[in-house]
């Protein structure tokens, strides 16, 4: 079975209620017929934002494959009867600033899209509207992405799809190390397996490394899936302080580092280096961590790759990635606003932009298996299966109001940790001090 697709002869509905839309089964269908810009236009790149009084604009980042995915979504809820969507997309790079302008300067857009660890601060400043009538639609989604949208005031957004990391490998380096992949997350490499078959890679050129992992700039948290595995925490259970003196975590930043000294990965891997990716796609290095939603980029690069699941130690642990879609609770708009997320959430919206992004969806209600993935349909059922091993323990630590900000420092203390010269525990003291810093501001 595969996701369900836009009925032809269908007529256009006229809109649906708020209440109606935030029902898990609304299960809304297109009309048939319209191009993906019916109903949609296009904003500037960046700067603060303004519609008509019959539009809404949406502040976004967007991949190749994501932006004609937005395009759909935009084109199908005007087809519902909703009003036009314009897409104001940005880098990924720019759009806190992008946001953030526009919120400063009293042209906010109606709805933008967040990573799930930055959601927090928007809603502790106040800026994000609460959705109603919530019961029915949170029983559809699985916990752990419901979780980072919702604290006790209410929920902030819906967990529009998630992503996470595997271990992807060039088929030719992979052959040259006699490498057998694990194919079930049961049977992923333990840390020392993993150090193993990173040690036996073969370089396919002289200046090939192993393996680089994908914690480059905002992806700093990514660590944190190590500090997981070793049964660590970087936060106390109470999320209020920093937890000093971590075993596992002291035992994490040993492993990430002698990536490093034992010259598995290049210097330029560090965490405000050259995206892992980029180095898999240049065969800098044999072997990268990365996200479902780059498959459709490394499938141009021109050679055969495979994936594989992250590595285990204490335990089995996988990054919370992807993105929630918030409105603004100071648009003139906000009820629009927040049907269009309410379609958005919606078990058809989510399937059909999951499929076509190459991302993963939330819903527990949308069957991964049944989805026409565009790219790679055998490595994203992998992805489903490594999705499955997201931690709440670690998903808590990564959605708390400050966690921007300990992000940087995770990004500059690591830094500073990879490529400097103190001891571990000296190094894991830099990196906890400055993570306390950001909680005592």
């Known amino acids: 079975m595969t996701a369900p697709r836009t009925t032809p002869g269908t007529t256009t509905a006229p809109p649906a209620s708020r209440r109606a839309l935030l029902g898990a089964g609304a299960g809304l269908t297109a009309a048939a017929g319209l191009s993906a810009c019916s109903g949609f236009s296009t904003g500037g790149s960046s700067g603060s934002s303004s519609s008509a009084p019959d539009e809404l604009t949406v502040i976004t980042w967007a991949s190749d494959a994501e932006r004609p995915a937005f395009e759909k979504l935009a084109a199908d809820f ?69 979780s980072a949208v919702t604290d006790d005031e209410g929920t902030f957004g819906v967990p529009h799809h998630t992503d996470t990391s595997m271990v992807l490998v060039n088929d030719e380096a992979v052959a040259s190390a006699s490498l057998t992949l694990p194919r079930t997350p049961e049977e992923a490499w333990s840390w020392e397996q993993f150090a193993d078959a990173v040690g036996r890679v073969r370089p396919t050129r002289a200046d090939t490394y192993a393996v680089a992992v994908n914690w480059q700039n905002a992806g700093a948290f990514r660590w944190l899936n190590f500090v997981d595995q070793a049964g660590g925490r970087l936060l106390t259970e109470d999320l209020g302080a920093v937890a000093e003196d971590d075993p596992g975590m002291l035992k994490a930043l040993t492993f990430s580092r002698d990536l490093f000294r034992q010259g598995l990965t290049p210097p330029n891997a560090n965490a ?148 400097g010269s103190d001891d571990d525990a000296t190094a894991l003291r830099k990196i906890t001090d400055g993570v306390q810093s950001v909680i005592d501001a």
Do not use: H
């Open 272 to 419: 405000r280096g050259q995206a892992a990716s980029d180095l898999f796609l240049n065969q800098t290095v044999a072997m990268c961590f990365a996200g479902d939603f780059l498959l459709s980029e490394i499938e141009g690069g021109g050679f055969g790759y495979s994936a594989t699941f992250l590595p285990r130690d204490v335990n089995a642990s996988a990054d919370l990635g992807g993105n929630a879609l918030v409105a603004v609770q100071d648009s003139a708009k906000r009820d629009a606003a927040l049907d269009f997320l309410a379609f958005c959430a919606q078990a058809q919206q989510v399937g059909e932009f999951c499929a076509a992004a190459s991302v993963l969806p939330t819903r527990s209600d949308v069957d991964p298996a049944a989805l026409d993935w565009v790219v790679r349909p055998d490595l994203m059922e992998l992805y489903v299966q490594q999705a499955r091993e997201i931690r709440t323990p670690l998903v808590e630590q990564v959605v708390v109001p400050s966690f921007s900000a300990i992000n940087t420092q995770l990004r500059d203390r690591l830094d500073e940790a990879f490529l």
């Open 78 to 146: 005007a087809a519902q009867g909703g009003p036009r969507v314009r897409l104001q997309v940005v880098p990924y790079s720019e759009v806190l600033t992008a946001v953030d302008t526009a919120l400063r300067t009293d042209s906010p857009p109606d709805v933008f899209r967040v990573s799930y660890t930055d959601v927090a601060a928007y809603r502790a400043q106040g800026v994000l509207a609460n959705l109603p009538d919530t019961a029915e639609l949170e029983r559809a989604f699985l916990p752990a992405f419901w």
